[in-house]
DNA sequence: TCCTTCGCCTGATCCGGGTCAAGGCAAAAC
DNA sequence: GTTTTGCCTTGACCCGGATCAGGCGAAGGA
C-alpha cells in the first residue's frame, strides 16, 4: 500500500522494532518494560514472563490478529507496527474502536467475555509479542509486580476509553487526536510532532465519529491555519501548542 | 429529593440492602459474590477477602463519594441506593460518564493514576462496601480467584465503556439505555421492567450526549407509542423488544 | 398565603456536520 | 503505455438535534 518511508515512524533511534535480541530483556518500548525492570533484569521470574511470550508476524496491511468471537487465549502487544480494533454491527457498519502503537496492548477487553469482542486488524506491516494469557494470570499471582502491572494497564485502558465520549465539535475531536498520537508517539520513543498517520481518513473519521469529507475539510483548515503541515499520511504538528488548546476539553491535564 | 418509593428499586426478595449479616457471606447481588463462590463459603479466604471490607454510608442525595484528585485507596462497590461518576471540564461544564447499580462497582479507573480521576456523587441515599484496594490486590496475589475477579471486572467495564461511543440517533442512544438499564437491574435481582430512573433528566441527557429537550421528547414520543410508561421517575419498559429493536445497534447480542 | 426554585415539558428557530455528487491523484493492475 | 481502483478533496444542500424561550406543577421557605 505505502511504499516510501512514512517520516517519524522510523527515526535511527529507536528502532521501530526495539532491541529484544537476548533472551533476559523486552523491547524497550514495551508496555511490559516497567513489570521487567521493576523485577530486576536477570532475575529468574523475569526469565519466566519472557517464556511465555512468543513474537508473532509480520502481519500485512489489512491482516486480521483476531476476530470477533475467536476463544480469548493471549494478549498482544504491537512490536511495530500499527493495530486497529473495530467491531462490526448487523447492518455491516464498521465501529473503530482504538488504533495502537507499538508497545501498546491489544485484547484486554476479551478477559471477561473470554472471546474477543472486536475484530484487529494490522494496517501496515506489523510485528507482536504473544503473551499467553493463562501463563500471564499465573505468573502474576506470583510476581506482585506483574499482577500491579495488569491491573494498571487494565485500569489505563479504562481512562482512555472516555475520551472520545462527549458532544464535541469536530476541530475539538482532530485537535485532540493528533496530540493524543503525538503523546503517545513521544511516550515510546519516538517523535511526538513528526509521524505518519498510518490510518486512512475513512479510518479516522469512523474513530472519531465524523465523516470522512469532515475529517478531510478539518485537516484542510488545520494546515491552513499553519497548525499542521500534512502530506498524504505525512503529518507534522507545527503548533502543538494551539492544538492542545482546541482540543483541551478532551485531554488530560 | 425523592419521597415516594420508587417501584422496582425495593422489591421484597432480595433487598436493595442485601443479607450479609453473617461474617462469612457477601451482598448476595454484590460483584464480587462470584469471588466468594469461588472459593467457596466459611474457607479461611473468604474469611480474609471479607475483613478487608468496611461498609460506608449512607451518602445522601449529592454527597460526593470520592472528588476527582482525591488519593486512590479503595474500590467502592454499590449496596443500595445509585451512584453517577463524572468529570468537570475547565469550563466547569460536567460529564457523566457513568452510573452504578447496586452490586456494581467504581473507581476502577484510579487504579492507574493512583488518583481518582473523576467525581462520584449519590443520585440517592446510597451505601457502599469500601474494598482496600492494596490490601485487595495482596489478597488477588494469593487467591487466583480473586484476581481473576478483579481481571474480569476490569475488562468488563472496558466493555461497557465503549456503548456510549458511536454516532446513534436520540432514540438509538435513549432506547439502548433503558434496555441495558433493565438488564443490570435484572442481572441483580431487581426487576428488570420496573424500576426508578433514579437520575435526572439532564444527567441522563448529558451522559447520553443530548440536551434535557431531546431527552424528554423522545420519552414523551416513546410513552405515546406504548414502548414505556413513565410518571415523575418511575419507569415501566412495556415492550422490551422494540426497545431492544430500536437500539440494536448499542445493545451487545 | 404568596413567592421562589427546581425539574420537566413543549414550540420555534438555527446551525454543525452529514449526505450526495463530482472530480483529482497516485499506486497498482493490465 | 492505459486503465482501474482506492483514497482523498471540495462544493451544494439538507436534516437532526441544539439552543432559546416560555409555561406548568410540586416542594420549600418567609
Known sequence: MRTSQPAGRLPDPPSPISDDGDTTRFCRT?????????????????????????????????????RTGDPFRAIYAVRGGMV????????????????????????????YPEHFPC????LEKTEFCRFSFP????????????????????????GTASLLAGDHSADERMAAFLCDLGRRYEARGFSGTHFALSMSRGDI?????????????????????ELIALEGRDLELLDVKGLEKIGQNLLPD
Open 30 to 66: 514495551c508496555a511490559f518494560a516497567g513489570a521487567c525492570i521493576a523485577v530486576g533484569y536477570g532475575k529468574p521470574e523475569l526469565e519466566s514472563l519472557h517464556c511465555l511470550v512468543e513474537h508473532v508476524g509480520a502481519y500485512r496491511t489489512g491482516d486480521h490478529v483476531f
Open 205 to 225: 473519521a469512523n474513530y472519531l465519529r465524523l465523516a470522512a469529507e469532515t475529517v478531510s475539510r478539518v485537516l484542510t483548515r488545520f494546515r491552513s491555519q
Open 135 to 158: 501463563a500471564m494470570s499465573a505468573l502474576a499471582a506470583r510476581m506482585p509486580a506483574v499482577q500491579q502491572h495488569l491491573f494498571r494497564l487494565l485500569s489505563k485502558e479504562l
Open 84 to 111: 486497529k480494533t473495530c467491531v462490526v454491527d448487523k447492518e455491516g457498519r464498521e465501529q473503530v474502536l482504538g488504533f495502537y502503537l507499538p508497545g501498546e496492548v491489544i485484547g484486554l477487553n476479551a478477559i
Open 119 to 122: 475484530d484487529a486488524l494490522a
